[in-house]
């Protein structure tokens, strides 16, 4: 539970650090949420205790109703969360906000997301606005934007050119229509095996759920109002580009030319992280004790900016236990030597 606590302190405070008004180069004020399912009300403290707002959700459908056999009969056993992971389509419920970011736990943002903003709230977009959104494939941008989202293109068979959605990472104008409508997706149940939601959507790891829904929802039901993001830059999970087809030969697995490799960006670029990857701060001390694990470079920059936040949030709220040293790294003061994580106090 602790862990849990410190995620979503420094997710929380990553936040605030990028938005206004802690951050003069933001224009916009965040207030978070947290959806908890009746089963996990033993989070509602930690959440609460850190200032997010808690709203208490059912799983948006009752699974019993789906009409599709193979979905009703396979959605709580598939993914990380089964079926529950549905409670993150209530995003779309929250309409008395222009626009809703939805993060997991491993995330952390690192820069203002207002060129996203901005798009989003304006109807008409200019060549400057565009321009400053790396988005996929340099695709030209809708003259009206109701998401914002990456992909996760290892997750997929390598060719496949329908790949999930990344379900960490969603930047949505919020509607009540357009909940219904991903609900009445999931009840009708139109979802093949190993194929996926109308047998082209699927195929890989969470496809029943949020990552193959949404991918579906945003290229096969509205795609002329949603835009892919660089996802080097924005939900950045320091991913390969390659992949190595059966005869041998290596290929891009977004299907370009140019293979971005995200193990290089700059970290300075980068606008949001999510710890897939690179582990969770929390979990994964070990790894960054031992050169085995240095050659991703980018993972250890990361882990070291969730440090730092974490530092900032304890000295904001006077919880930090001891002084570091200013010789020691702030990985090395909250990793042991042998890996074990410290953790946070847990009184705000």
């Known amino acids: ?79 990380c969360c089964g079926e529950k ?17 939805h993060l997991d736990l491993d995330s952390l943002i690192l820069q203002p997301l207002d060129d996203l903003f901005d798009v989003m709230m304006n109807k008409t977009i200019s060549i400057e606005s565009q321009e400053k959104i790396p988005s996929m494939f340099d695709k030209p941008m809708p003259e009206q934007i109701n998401a914002f989202y990456t992909r996760d293109y290892n997750m997929v068979h390598l060719g496949d050119r329908h790949p ?45 759920q949020i990552q193959g829904l949404c991918s579906y929802f945003f290229e096969g039901v509205y795609p002329q109002n949603t835009v892919e993001l660089n996802r080097c830059i924005y939900n950045a999970m320091v991913d390969s580009p390659y992949g190595t087809k059966r005869n041998g030969e290596e290929i891009c697995r977004d299907l370009t030319d140019s293979c971005e490799d995200c193990r290089k960006t700059d970290i300075s670029l980068i606008k949001s992280a999510h710890f897939t990857i690179c582990k969770k701060p929390w979990r994964y001390c070990f790894f960054f ?4 694990y240095d050659e991703i470079k980018l993972c250890h920059k990361l882990h070291q900016k969730w440090f730092e936040i974490r530092e900032l949030f304890e000295n904001r709220n006077n919880l930090l236990g001891s002084t570091r040293n200013s010789k020691q790294s702030v990985i090395d003061y909250y990793c042991s030597s042998s890996g074990r994580y410290k953790q946070m106090t847990a009184n705000v």
């Not at 930047?171 to 979802?191: A, H, Q």
């Not at 093949?192 to 496809?207: H, L």
């Not at 004790?289 to 085995?292: I, P, Q, R, T, V």
């Open 289 to 292: 004790k031992h050169k085995m």
């Open 1 to 79: 539970m602790t862990h849990i606590f410190d995620g979503a302190a420094v997710l929380k405070y990553s936040i605030q650090l990028s938005s206004f008004p802690l951050n003069s180069r933001s224009r916009y004020a965040s207030k978070v949420y947290a959806f908890v399912h009746p089963s996990a009300t033993d989070c509602l403290d930690t959440f609460q205790e850190l200032g997010y707002e808690v709203m208490i959700k059912e799983t948006p459908v009752n699974v019993s109703m789906i009409r599709g056999d193979f979905l009703r009969e396979h959605v709580r056993k598939n993914g």
């Open 85 to 101: 992971e549905y409670l993150k389509l209530y995003a779309y419920t929250l309409v008395e906000h222009p626009i809703v970011v």
């Open 164 to 208: 999930g959605v990344q379900g960490g990472f969603l930047v949505i104008r919020p509607s009540m229509s357009d909940f219904n409508t991903l609900k009445d997706i999931i009840l009708e149940g139109d979802y093949i095996q190993f194929a996926g939601w109308k047998g082209i959507y699927g195929g890989y790891f969470g496809a029943q």
